[in-house]
């Protein structure tokens, strides 16, 4: 050793990237799972049954429409587990639901 520190910033990013797998820490692989969703005719009711869902603590969050589901706007509901019923409670009177589709979708991250 020549008694001067190791300059570890030197090394570049694919001796870095390469490290990095080497160590384990590669993200694990997403998977697939059943989500149900609800699809709207018009982006006022996909904005309606956000606020009515937020106001009565029904959990679940507007995503963009999957490419599977055909409606005629861009937005979707994803239903919480456990809340399809208060959800269509919900809806009676106060916005309208165009569809409930079954769609297999990567994980949604962040709040429910």
Same mark, same amino acid.
């Given at each position: 050793m020549s008694g001067q520190p190791e300059n570890t910033t030197a090394r570049n990013s694919s001796e %870095? =990237? /390469?490290a990095d797998v =080497? =160590?384990? /820490?590669? $993200?694990? $692989? #997403? #998977?697939?799972t059943l989500h149900q969703v609800a699809s709207f005719p018009t982006t006022a009711d996909a904005m309606a049954a956000e606020s009515v869902c937020r106001a009565r603590g029904i959990a679940g969050r507007i995503i963009p429409l999957p490419g599977t589901? #055909? %409606?005629?706007?861009?937005? %979707?509901w994803i239903i919480a587990p456990g809340t399809l019923q208060a959800f269509t409670a919900a809806s009676e009177g106060n916005f309208t639901i165009a569809g409930l589709h079954e769609v297999m979708m990567y994980e949604v991250r962040g709040k429910e």
């Open positions: %870095a =990237a /390469s =080497a =160590a384990g /820490s590669r $993200r694990p $692989r #997403r #998977r697939k589901i #055909r %409606a005629d706007c861009g937005l %979707a």
